[in-house]
């Protein structure tokens, strides 16, 4: 019997699984896919990531570190440049991978290539088949957005959007960082230097239409590449977290940035505070209610309100990035979220006063 069983491999199962055995508990990650496994990600992590780490990332992990973003609207360019590193640059498949094995070095059990296809859950425990047949006190569910567990269990149909990308293998990547906007419906486009080859993607609402853009983009540059493609939310946190013995964590209950489309700082961030409730449960009794109350207090009002200016900005784009572009002060204040970790909600909070309408500054004071 074990004290937890993980499902999923990505950075949130990896996360709940290494926390979990840091302190103590007997934990099985079981991940469907055989590690190193190809994942389609921009692959950057902001400082917040990083910060939830809770340790350094290997030099060999890291394909680059950059200080300089540029930002597109349509025809127009705005370079923001720090002395300070703004974005690290990650291939997902290597950076999954090392998750993985820090969990296996902290004590969990590690069984990959092995797919979890039904779950029973019993009066003490959660029963799990995966091939054969486990047994665990409780469950954490990661099997990302389209897992076909967890969206048996999580209620309501929240806004689904698509991201396609292509690794371009070049010569020289360059050191900064590009974001695209003003043609993807609730998305952008981007080109990230990953040292070895660019990160080329476009995400957004309308799949179609998205792959126009990055083909465009890509046929622009001369740039050629297979394209991958994943789905992703984009309507901030799913209500529901879970229930009985069972806690969903990352892209299984929808915790993504809707605006930047980032996904994995919440999903670390809501492993290792799913295994530290599941820790005080078995310890003392603690309710796993705890674990939705604590991810709403720590990022789920700062998700709703990125949900709110992806609506506000792309409802209203010539205005709103045009002005973003014309006003330094505005995108300095937006890098800041990536960069150091300014929460939304202080971003919106900041931004209401010198929005350019006031109806559009009325609405953002009422919903903040």
């Known amino acids: 019997m074990y004290d937890m069983i993980v499902i999923g491999g990505g950075p949130a199962g ?8 840091s302190l103590g508990l007997r934990v099985l990650l079981i991940e469907k896919e055989m590690f190193p496994r190809y994942k389609p990600c921009g692959g950057a992590l902001s400082e917040r990531a990083r910060s939830y780490l809770g340790f350094r990332i290997p030099d060999e992990v890291i394909d680059a570190e950059v200080s300089r973003i540029r930002v597109f609207f349509r025809d127009r360019c705005a370079e923001i440049s720090r002395s ?13 991978e090392m998750l993985v094995r820090k969990a296996e070095e902290a004590g969990a059990e590690v069984l990959l290539g092995r797919k979890a296809t039904e779950i029973s859950e019993m009066r003490e425990h959660v029963r799990i088949r995966a091939g054969a047949t486990y047994d665990g006190r409780l469950l954490v569910l990661a099997d990302g957005h389209t897992g076909i567990l967890s969206r048996k269990i999580r209620r309501g149909d929240g806004i689904t959007g698509v991201c396609l990308v292509s690794d371009v293998a070049v010569e020289d990547t360059g050191d900064c ?44 540059r001369g740039f050629r590449g297979k394209i991958h493609g994943h789905t992703i939310p984009l309507s901030g946190p799913s209500r529901y977290l879970g229930g009985g ?20 700082a919440y999903a670390v961030r809501s492993g290792q505070i799913a295994a530290q409730v599941a820790s005080e449960h078995l310890s003392d009794g603690c309710d796993l209610v705890e674990y939705q109350r604590r991810c709403k207090n720590e990022f789920g009002d700062d998700l709703r309100a990125s949900f709110l200016l992806a609506r506000i900005m792309h409802r209203f784009p010539d205005q709103l990035f045009n002005i973003f572009m014309d006003d330094r002060s505005l995108l300095e204040r937006y890098i800041d979220i990536h960069a150091h970790g300014l929460s939304y909600r202080s971003f919106l909070k900041w931004l209401a006063p010198r929005a350019p309408a006031k109806l559009i500054a009325s609405m953002i004071s009422k919903m903040v």
């Open 14 to 21: 990896a996360s709940a699984a290494l926390e979990g055995a």
């Open 84 to 96: 300070e590193r703004l974005s690290t640059l990650v291939t997902r498949s290597v950076f999954d």
């Open 177 to 220: 960082m590009e974001i695209h906007f003003g043609e993807a419906d609730m998305g952008y486009a981007w080109v990230f230097p990953h040292g070895s080859y660019l990160s080329v993607g476009a995400g957004g609402l309308n799949s179609s239409k998205i792959r126009g853009i990055l083909e465009g983009l890509m046929r622009s």
């Open 245 to 264: 013995r069972t806690m969903l964590c990352g892209d299984s209950a929808d915790m993504v940035d809707p605006f930047t489309g980032e996904g994995i």
